[in-house]
């Protein structure tokens, strides 16, 4: 008996390892996302192409699934005012891809399937077709999250839902 | 006694069943688990490095290289050679940005310098543009493509400065991505960080060039012209015109939800149809009304269309309707595309049979019930005017035809103002022609007979897309 006891102790203490062996790969991930939290910041081509709508959604998914309808237009706004901003990549890949810029790309949420009830692509569309909410806003933040000081410092353009809009 | 007991105990059952052996055995396959996933994260992070400074290095060359066509554009003397290196620096630059994009430092340290390649750009293309217009390059251009010079070379030195450090190992890319915005805090301790904010820093003073390129700080400063001179209204008066506009049975339960402080100050409400509730699909209209003169900028409305029984002619008619009975009587449609069950249609006002593009409107119909679902008009409180001043029209419509490529084969013409970059708008014909099965439209300048844009339709089963 104090055998099996042994060993199921020692399979407990494996388990355990693994688990930390593995978890410790994620810690930078973690780490990133507060670091990263906030600021999503995103030049404008010709033509709205139709692939362009699916890498779009994907992120609006990956930021705002959660968010009212208007919260995700919202977000799709922003992501085409930054390329056309010239602080920001010319393009609707740079802009999202951009290092740092959006916590749902740093993190992989991007890659995330859209769910087939959700309204991200007709988001999309709504904000490629010249509807934003936001009048021109290229940031956008939640006060009671992000830890970035120098978000504070734009102009707040309009708050929708729990995200401020800022210049 | 307790503890050296134990631990006796212990080894004594250690001993017993080969326990050192399996504790033995299950301890390496621990460790090589954790080498290999140590392993595999070096990797990644070495590869992700080397995109990191592939990316560095592209943007330190294409700088070198602006640098070097901008002190070359001093010397220019041509308007042939002035094409020639504008069209140079506007493609390094354009290079430039895109790489910059990549590099794994916070968008606040990149912002001017981002700007600042985005200008040269511009600026240079409008210089080619001068040149084929033949104008001269005046005393002007020259001051500021020479500021552009010595901007650029602060910019390139600091870029050489940061590559040599990074060549003796004393900054890694792979370094400043792990430590993320902590670094921004401590620039002090982190060169390459330090050396970009310095750079920002010169470039405060960096003034905004007045020049006709597209991304020009004036057109962010437009003032919309439709509000020029109105009056301000209340909240409560902001309020009605959203009743009004979209009736008083769907807008029985109306919120006030906020206001937008941007060009186009407005009063922000929420629409609840069907009354409030927590689903998250919960029918909810959103709409802007400008604070002066109360204008409705947008109007969206999230419900879902479920099968389609309207069809495209039948839904132009309803949002025909919809812009006539809200006193917006002049205006033709111009485009449209449908997408799950939603039609939007690109509206256009019209003045002396003139299509006005800037001045657009769209209506957004649901091809269930042709129920009007979304409104934007911020194109046309930008831009309208209710007598507009065109110049005079000094091409006649055969002139027009003549200076289209004999190419086309050409089906209607008309005369349209259309924008261009830096929202410059001009008076044209627009010739619509076929080319290879393809749909084309051609604008030519009914003033200099300056062929000013060419458009390809593209029919998609959606709609018609220009590119």
């Known amino acids: ?167 | 006694m307790g503890i050296r007991k134990k631990l006796l105990d212990f080894k004594q059952r250690l001993s017993d069943r080969h326990m050192y052996s399996i504790v033995l055995v299950v301890t390496a396959v621990i460790a090589s688990a954790g080498i290999y996933q140590y392993k595999r994260a070096l990797d990644y992070r070495n590869s992700i490095e080397n995109q990191y400074n592939r990316a560095f290095h592209e943007l330190v060359g294409y700088v070198e290289n602006i640098e070097v066509s901008l002190a070359k554009g001093m010397l220019v003397n041509s308007p042939n050679q002035m094409v020639n290196l504008s069209a140079e620096i506007w493609r390094k630059a354009a290079f430039a940005q895109a790489n910059l994009g990549q590099l794994p430092i916070s968008h606040v340290q990149l912002d001017k310098t981002s700007k600042f390649l985005t200008q040269v750009g511009d600026y240079a293309y409008s210089l080619s543009q001068k040149s084929m217009d033949n104008q001269d390059i005046t005393d002007e251009d020259y001051n500021n493509l020479d500021k552009l010079y010595k901007y650029s070379r602060t910019l390139s030195d600091a870029l050489n400065n940061m590559q040599s450090e990074v060549y003796e190992g004393r900054i890694k890319f792979g370094e400043l991505q792990k430590k993320g915005s902590k670094l921004i805090a401590k620039a002090s301790k982190n060169v390459a960080v330090s050396k970009l904010e310095n750079i920002e820093k010169e470039f405060q003073d960096y003034p905004s060039l007045i020049y006709d390129g597209p991304f020009s700080d004036h057109i962010e400063r437009m003032k919309p012209r439709l509000l020029e001179g109105g009056k301000e209204i209340t909240q409560e008066q902001a309020k009605d015109v959203v009743i009004q506009f979209l009736g008083e049975e769907k807008a029985k339960n109306i919120e006030f939800t906020g206001e937008t402080d941007g060009s186009i100050k407005t009063y922000s409400f929420a629409v609840y149809p069907e009354g409030q509730s927590k689903k998250k699909d919960n029918r909810r209209i959103t709409v802007d009304v400008t604070k002066i003169n109360g204008y409705i900028l947008w109007m969206l409305d999230n419900r879902k269309v479920e099968r389609i029984s309207v069809d495209i002619d039948e839904a132009k008619k309803k949002a025909q309707e919809f812009l006539d009975s809200h006193g917006m009587t002049s205006m033709k449609e111009s485009y449209y595309l449908q997408n799950d069950g939603i039609a939007v249609i690109n509206y256009a006002y019209v003045q002396d049979n003139i299509i006005m593009y800037p001045e657009l409107v769209k209506v957004r119909v649901a091809l269930d019930n042709g129920e009007i679902i979304g409104f934007e008009s911020k194109g046309y409180i930008m831009t309208h005017q209710d007598k507009r001043e065109l110049p005079a029209i000094k091409l006649t419509e055969q002139e027009a035809r003549k200076k289209v490529n004999k190419r086309l084969n050409i089906d209607s013409i008309r005369l349209a103002v259309i924008p261009l970059e830096s929202k410059r708008e001009v008076l044209c014909y627009e010739l619509k022609g076929k080319y290879e099965e393809r749909d084309f439209l051609i604008y030519i300048n009914a003033e200099t007979g300056k062929e000013e844009k060419i458009l390809m339709l593209l029919e998609t089963p959606n709609g018609i897309l220009t590119m």
């Not at chain 1, 930021?63 to 005012?81: D, F, H, K, S, T």
């Not at chain 1, 988001?123 to 806003?137: E, F, L, V, Y």
């Open chain 1, 1 to 167: 008996m104090n055998k099996y006891r042994n060993i199921t102790l020692f399979i407990i203490i494996c388990g355990i390892c693994i688990t930390l062996y593995t978890f410790s790969i994620n810690q930078g991930k973690v780490e990133q996302n507060n670091a990263s939290e906030t600021i999503s910041i995103v030049t404008a081509q010709d033509a709205d192409r139709e692939d362009d709508i699916q890498l779009l959604a994907r992120c609006v998914n990956g930021e705002a699934r959660g968010e009212p309808y208007i919260g995700q237009v919202a977000v799709a706004a922003v992501i085409l005012n930054r390329v056309k901003h010239p602080s920001f990549p010319n393009t609707l890949a740079g802009v999202i891809y951009q290092p740092k810029a959006f916590t749902a790309v740093q993190d992989g949420q991007i890659n995330v399937p859209i769910d087939p009830n959700s309204t991200v692509y007709k988001a999309c569309r709504d904000a490629m077709n010249g509807w934003d909410p936001t009048d021109g806003a290229i940031y956008y933040y939640n006060p009671e999250k992000t830890t970035n000081k120098w978000i504070y410092s734009r102009q707040v353009v309009k708050t929708i839902g729990k995200h401020k809009f800022a210049k």
